[in-house]
């Protein structure tokens, strides 16, 4: 674990210092050995892509925000679920030892079922999206909970939804826009998850990357005959961030990053 270093204001991690500076309001993850890669954590009230290839451990990371924003920090969140049942995402977390059902029922994460409706299945869950290809009345229904449940924190998975929704690549670009936007907008500091295929590539689209305040990359590569995942900070405006790619872990208490290792591949 990476010493906070007060003197200079910055994290130690090794041969790489990251500045933080006092300005900025830090939203810490609390995602083991991420805050420090970053200056303490995301900004505050911004959207940040987390993009990787399947299984890559995106929504883990994503609902992880999400659980210790409420039992580490006090934040209440919304998870907005576009491509999964609900149910298996709260049995997946059980594994990691996190009960999201228990923070449901104080109130403090509220579970948006956005795929039910859209693939014409009958959902008994609190909050259902009944116009999934319409994304105003999926924002606004992200206000309603907002309100409800005081929230600060959201998690959008995955944006690849929003290709079904959009006609055109201008249309999805707005539609982006609009999503990352009005989170900001009403205050909540987000992640959106991103489907991607190509090693090379940031994004889904070509284009999230750049509409979203940060981007982090998740990479499950194949190296000498075993997948090591592996995190990067592509991109986070306004603040100083690693430029390393730092191995990960999933383990029975969820993600782990190791800040002062470096991966190559
Ligand atoms: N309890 C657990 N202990 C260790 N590793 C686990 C555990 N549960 C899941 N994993 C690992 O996490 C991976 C899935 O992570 P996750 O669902 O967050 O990925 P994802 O990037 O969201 O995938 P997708 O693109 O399919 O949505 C599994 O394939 C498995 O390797
Ligand atoms: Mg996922």
Avoid: W
């Amino acid at each position: 674990m990476a010493e906070e270093d007060s003197e200079f204001g910055g994290f130690d991690l090794g041969e790489e210092e990251i500045k933080t500076d006092s300005q900025s309001e830090r939203v810490p993850t609390g995602i083991k050995g991420f805050d420090e890669l970053c200056g303490g954590g995301l900004l505050k009230e911004r959207s940040y892509l987390v993009a990787g290839n399947a299984g890559s451990g995106k929504s883990t990371f994503a609902i992880q925000y999400l659980y210790n924003g409420v039992t580490k920090y006090d934040e209440p969140g919304i998870l907005v679920v576009t491509e999964e049942d609900p149910k298996n995402i709260r049995k997946n977390m059980k594994s990691f030892n996190m009960d999201l059902k228990e923070l449901e029922d104080q109130n403090k994460l509220a579970i948006l079922d956005s795929q039910s409706t859209k693939i014409g299945l009958p959902t008994d869950e609190e909050y259902v999206e009944v116009n999934p290809f319409d994304m105003d009345s999926t924002l606004k229904k992200i206000v309603e909970i907002k309100e409800k449940i005081g929230a600060k924190r959201c998690v959008f998975d995955s944006t690849t939804s929003l290709g079904f929704i959009s006609e055109s690549q201008k249309q999805l670009r707005i539609n982006f826009l609009k999503l990352s936007g009005t989170l900001s907008a009403i205050g909540l500091t987000s992640m959106l998850t991103a489907e991607v295929t190509d090693k090379e590539k940031m994004s889904r689209f070509d284009m999230e990357e750049f509409v979203t305040e940060g981007t982090i990359r998740l990479y499950y590569e194949r190296k000498e005959g075993i997948r090591t995942r592996s995190i990067e900070i592509y991109k986070m405006r306004g603040s100083d961030h690693s430029k390393k790619l730092n191995p990960f872990e999933i383990s029975s208490s969820g993600i782990e990053v190791h800040p002062k290792e470096e991966v190559y591949f």
